[in-house]
Nanobody, 113 residues
Framework: QVQLVESGGGLVQPGGSLRLSCAASGFTFSMYVMNWYRQAPGKERELVAAITRSGGSTNYRDSVKGRFTISRDNAKNTLYLQMNSLKPEDTAVYYC??????WGQGTQVTVSS
């Protein structure tokens, strides 16, 4: 079964850190560019970060540059998003994505004191 399953979300105070994981199955993970998106209440879904098939190149939206790091382990079929210095405006459901068409179920990240 082709699927993406996110984990690692939760409630964290401003300035804290979280590490999201996305377990991929049912396809050759290493053959695809992978992305993290997020969607805050009342807002459109937005691209947060992307990583090439080998992991050699990454891209980030401006608001998370220097705070978030996307990475992947092709041997474990897993995508990661390390989030540091979290801000309340980072509160959203975070989604793992393959190629703009395959989505995980999402994991909630709430940044609040």
């Amino acid at each position: 079964q082709v699927q993406l399953v996110e984990s690692g979300g939760g409630l964290v105070q401003p300035g804290g850190s979280l590490r999201l994981s996305c377990a991929a199955s049912g396809f050759t993970f290493s053959m695809y560019v992978m992305n993290w998106y997020r969607q805050a209440p009342g807002k459109e879904r937005e691209l947060v970060a992307a990583i090439t098939r080998s992991g050699g190149s990454t891209n980030y939206r401006d608001s998370v540059k220097g705070r978030f790091t996307i990475s992947r382990d092709n041997a474990k079929n897993t995508l990661y998003l390390q989030m540091n210095s979290l801000k309340p405006e980072d509160t959203a459901v975070y989604y793992c994505n393959r190629g703009g068409t395959l989505w995980g179920q999402g994991t909630q990240v709430t940044v609040s004191s």
